[in-house]
């Protein structure tokens, strides 16, 4: 199995199963327990999806401007629009908390897997997931040891493996450095998941603690050199969904049903918030950062399902299945264990089928998208969950998540009515489309009104916005919903006792199937192939090696960079390849062939974004913020001729504070030492 990963740059591995001798056979560098540790803890996720590296001992975080946008747009108004202006924090006292942005640092990797089977042992179905829930709480609980750790218990191989992860939690986050969107984001959705790329997608936070900057012993310096065509490079970060372990049956479903229905759900929201932007320019700013998130999961989603409906691609997938099964077929101890795992999961896919919708419109709200509702949600369910045991609460609300729970509740962002409407319209409407207008809980919820006037009538009477409302709910428990005469706490009632049901079907015929039958698979694959195989992306720290290479694509060599006078030549005057005014001043203090945007070989996938690039010194050369378009297949398998990881390159960041921004101060906190 070694020699097999000696031929490609493949795998996201976990930092207690880094197959260093692997990377020494390949580029002639070891990573080393002390080197390993010292990239961890020099690294941290933010909560929501994306990663970030320390790159100061005052706790200053590197990440995407597209990972910070949101805490920009919070901390925007209509008369400072810091997407459009960009933010620069010339001293501390100006560096602005950020409402709802919270960084893990991960501090310890333990094995709990003995304890987690010791609890589900003999369970199936729904009681198999009611037994690992409850294991999971009481393993957290006992590891949470204030608000500032963060406990999970992390399945990997499917299930095969348990580990509890200890992660160091920062709540007070602030925004120190971010550039105009018109450079973050240069090109727009044309340029999304292509290269060549020109995109400054970086922006600098801080993390606090106890009301003062934190102190990183651990943390990234900066290359004086940055990336070199055929460099080994690392990254590091936290990858967030793959399928890689997936069965064919389970990956046929996606590719046949999952992305096309979602795929149409996107571009009908794309559609509608497009229009909404048209209306004026206030309706474009609170709608741009929710634009871009939609048009790149329709990209992302996109190049999956183009992936899963590659023929040979996937008939590769089916006979590497086949070849598992083989093995397992010709152990009669292996057999009798495991090989039952490939029809149950088939079976339960085939009840996902008739389930999936209800669900996903339901209980995973895609049916009630709106800020405002998703609030009133979480206050209802918290009054019924937290008089509960630990253990017997629904995860999101067990010890573990509160502090995260209340930081969403409690965050200042602001909401606005205009907004909320429209989604909440749209998503109602197609809950109705979906469900039928017949259908009895359809009916319950309309009566005779259009999607339109219950919207309306919810938002603009709701008192959510309040946050000192939220936290009287919150604090007063079930008393005080029950009491409550708010109408979108009285919608979330009513919409609780269909989501709680329709939950509890799935998580019985569908999801605890496959959790337990994943399990036995993963089992399976430690059985024949050991822990030579790196686990499917659980969006947790991994580490990924590749080298800066280009690749062939039409017969046409695709150079690894691309220059800072290459922005210039692309530059229109017009969206998406508009510069801003502050890079027009700058073109002549630029070097012109300056590295902009580079290509590795890294196996990287959504989540990544805002990893740190690092070389074998563990010092920055580059900033992860996309894939190429082959890279979107990396969620099913990982083709090194063509899958590509895109970086900001070490030096432009440097050079853009240096020459475009005046950031002297955050420039200071990272420049390298002179040679």
Known sequence: MLAAFLRADEGMWTFNNFPSDVVAQRYGFRPDTKWLDHVRLSTARIAGGCSSGFVSANGLVMTNHHCAVGCVQDLSTPQNDMVTKGFYAKSQAQELKCPNTELNRLIGISDVTARVNDGTRGRTDQEFTDALNAE??????????????????????????????????????????????????????????????????????????????AKTEHYFRWSREGAKDGMLTFVVGNPGTTEREHTVAELEFLRDRKLPDYLLYLSELRGILTQFQTKGAEQARISSTMLFSVENSIKAYRGEHAALTDNAAFGRRAEREREFRRKIKNNPRWTSEYAGAWDALA??????????????????????????????????????ELPKPNEKRLPEFTDAKLPELREDLFSPAPIYNELQIETLTFSLTRLREELGPDDAFVRELLGRRSPREVAAELVNRTQLKDVAFRRKLFEGGKAAITASGDPM???????????????????????GVLKKNHELLGRARFAVYGTSLYPDATFTPRVSWGAVRGWEENGRRINPFTIVGGVYERHTGRDPFALPDSWLQAKGRLDQTTPFNFVTTNDIIGGNSGSPMINQNAEIVGLIFDGNIHSLGGAFWFDETVNRAVAVHSQIILDSLDKVYGAQRVLDEIRPPAK
């Open 136 to 213: 999971k709480a009481k393993i957290t609980r006992e590891c949470t040891t204030g608000d500032d750790v963060l406990c999970e218990v992390v399945s990997l191989y499917g299930g095969g493996r348990y580990d509890l992860y200890k992660y160091r939690r920062y709540q007070d986050v602030r925004l120190v450095f971010a550039p105009e969107k018109a450079i973050a984001f240069f090109g727009g959705d044309p340029d999304n998941f292509m290269f060549p790329r020109y995109d400054l997608d970086v922006s600098f936070l801080r993390a606090w603690e106890n009301g003062r900057p």
């Open 489 to 511: 706490i009285r919608f979330a009632q009513q919409v609780d006792i269909h989501a709680r049901a329709i939950r509890t079907r799935y998580e019985r015929e569908v999801e």
């Open 347 to 384: 079976e339960a896919v085939r009840r996902e089928r008739s389930l999936a919708t209800p669900y996903l419109m339901i209980e995973k709200n895609r049916g009630f998208r709106s800020r405002l509702y998703t609030l009133a949600k979480n206050l209802v369910r918290a009054a019924e």
